[in-house]
Nanobody, 129 residues
């Protein structure tokens, strides 16, 4: 069982930056592919970014955040990050970190909600215009 705690959300103005963190209880954190999702009121949960297990050589980003957001992981600290720059009001949502259902699991195509089996509690990001 992987327990995840995400943090770092806040109220910021458009153009500002935030860094989200996701701390994992699992000592085998390095063996899990990880992801960040977000959900705005009335909308479905959507992938923001994902990173493969181990050295995280492969990353994924939704088109709207490419060039602004950067995902990374520090396996020594059992922690994943999402650096968010140039934030826009449309980035407003609850952000969730997630771990793949299986150790050493990867993605056949774009990561999906169904690929992930463990979730953080969510952290609110609000971007004012």
């Amino acid at each position: 069982q992987v327990q995840l705690v995400d943090s770092g959300g806040s109220l910021v103005q458009a153009g500002e930056s935030l860094r989200l963190s996701c701390s994992a209880s699992e000592g085998a954190f390095s063996r899990y592919s990880m992801g960040w999702f977000r959900q705005a009121p009335g909308k479905e949960r959507e992938l923001v970014s994902a990173i493969t297990w181990g050295n995280g050589l492969k990353t994924y980003y939704r088109d709207s955040v490419k060039g602004r957001f950067t995902i990374s992981r520090d396996n020594a600290k059992n922690t994943m990050y999402l650096q968010m720059n140039s934030l826009k009001p449309e980035d407003t949502a609850v952000y969730y970190c997630a771990a793949h259902r299986y150790p050493m699991g990867t993605f056949s195509s774009a990561p999906r909600v169904a690929d992930f089996g463990f979730w953080g509690q969510g952290t609110q990001v609000t971007v004012s215009s």
